[in-house]
């Protein structure tokens, strides 16, 4: 059985790879060298240009990175890697929660450290040639030592529950941690703009002055208690502007980039923010949450039964199960699960788009939305153009032309 399952493992690898770059090459065929007659007005010649050059050179680029890590996880499977990594945390502890502790903690780092040329080549040539890295490398360097130590903080916590969980409470193993995630989710859902955004950017309430002014008389009139409104620092790492909301309750918070905040006028400004008001109103953030945690029971109670057979242990070569090397294999396996869920996830989280543009059409300006939802799409030299295929599997937003074109039909 354990022989099949490492088949099954390598099977699944390699057809997640192939999947991902077919709907890659849809992409690329798309990308005709004339602007499209859907895109003038939006992009001219030579933005569009710029905007092929950008997005194949990033197709190139994941095609090489994604290429090197199924390299190393294909070769790590067959050279019996993982066991080796097993057979040391055994040798230097006894510890069951120790040997989780450093079977993936070492498994992790060393994918980062060798993954590090590829992310300061995506960031300090790709990004930094087409003028959007702010990142320097002292910022660089602080930012993978404090994702290092947040990521083995939080990680080791989770980790170590759930193996706890696993060994100690039998049959109240799904309930207690399914609990204890969902309590996990919601605490950072309400504290995660407050306690870890500034670890790593600085957050300042909103100034006085018209654009607050502005922000308020739409707040107050579309009855919208909104305190908490802050910019961060997103110039310190790109040129690139987003805005997104935050928090549950009293908690809740709107976060502007600086970026955003240079590159749109006041009203255009206001009407990205009546769009994230509209999130919101919708409950949208609750229900993603909720969302959340059924595709986390889901995986609980699938980890359940996986992690009381022994063979997903020897799948990976261990010489005796483990419940890391378990988890491990689970993880992998469940892939097929993981991807079903990610596809219902993305047409939900579209479908609340709409309605938030719906929400800002509304209670504002679509105009100054669609207007607004240009100047970013350009700036970033996003694809307008992508396959259909490739929206519906991966992304999480309509399109830009989708948002336009239901903004207009709402306008009519």
């Given at each position: 059985m354990s022989h099949t399952l490492f088949w099954i493992i390598v099977l699944l690898v390699v057809f997640d790879f192939l999947f991902s770059k077919s709907l890659s090459l849809l992409n690329l065929k798309r990308m005709i060298p004339q602007l499209p007659d859907e895109l003038k007005g939006i992009y001219n010649e030579e933005k569009y240009a710029r905007s092929l050059e950008y997005q194949k050179t990033n197709l190139r680029f994941s095609f090489i990175t994604d290429s090197f890590s199924l390299l190393v996880f294909l070769a790590m499977l067959f050279s019996g890697g993982f066991a080796l990594v097993d057979h040391w945390v055994q040798a230097l502890t006894q510890n069951a929660y120790l040997q989780s502790l450093l079977f993936f903690g070492v498994l992790g780092f060393a994918l980062d450290i060798i993954t590090i040329p590829f992310q300061l080549y995506d960031t300090f040539v790709i990004e930094e040639r087409f003028g959007f890295n702010k990142t320097t490398v002292k910022t660089f360097i602080f930012d993978k030592i404090k994702g290092w130590l947040i990521g083995a903080l939080l990680g080791s916590v989770i980790l170590l529950f759930i193996q706890w969980a696993y060994t100690s409470t039998g049959p109240w193993f799904w309930l207690i941690v399914m609990g204890g995630l969902s309590l996990f989710m919601i605490f950072m859902a309400m504290f995660y703009t407050q306690i870890f955004v500034p670890i790593f950017n600085k957050l300042t309430p909103l100034e006085e002055g018209e654009l607050k002014s502005s922000?308020?008389?739409?707040?107050?009139?579309?009855?919208?208690?909104?305190?908490?409104?802050?910019?961060?620092?997103?110039?310190?790492?790109?040129?690139?502007?987003?805005?997104?909301?935050?928090?549950?309750?009293?908690?809740?918070?709107?976060?502007?980039?600086?970026?955003?905040?240079?590159?749109?006028?006041?009203?255009?400004?206001?009407?990205?923010?009546?769009?994230?008001?509209?999130?919101?109103?919708?409950?949208?953030?609750?229900?993603?949450?909720?969302?959340?945690?059924?595709?986390?029971?889901?995986?609980?109670?699938?980890?359940?039964?996986?992690?009381?057979n022994p063979d997903l242990s020897y799948a990976l070569g261990a010489e005796k199960p483990s419940f890391y090397m378990s988890l491990l294999a689970f993880a992998l396996l469940f892939s097929p699960v993981s991807f079903l869920i990610g596809i219902v996830s993305n047409m939900l989280s579209r479908k609340f788009e709409y309605q938030a543009d719906a929400y800002a059409r509304t209670h504002y300006d679509a105009g100054k939305l669609i207007t607004a939802l240009i100047k970013l799409s350009v700036k970033s030299l996003s694809n307008l153009r992508p396959h259909p295929l490739y929206v519906f599997f991966n992304y999480s937003h309509p399109t830009l032309l989708q948002r336009m074109k239901r903004l207009k039909e709402s306008d009519n």
């Open positions: 922000i308020e008389a739409f707040a107050h009139k579309a009855g919208f208690k909104l305190d908490n409104i802050y910019v961060i620092d997103g110039s310190k790492r790109s040129t690139k502007a987003n805005a997104y909301f935050s928090g549950l309750g009293s908690k809740k918070r709107i976060i502007l980039y600086d970026t955003l905040i240079n590159d749109l006028s006041n009203e255009e400004i206001v009407a990205v923010l009546a769009h994230e008001v509209g999130h919101n109103k919708n409950k949208h953030i609750i229900k993603g949450l909720a969302m959340s945690l059924v595709q986390t029971g889901i995986l609980v109670a699938l980890l359940w039964y996986a992690l009381s």
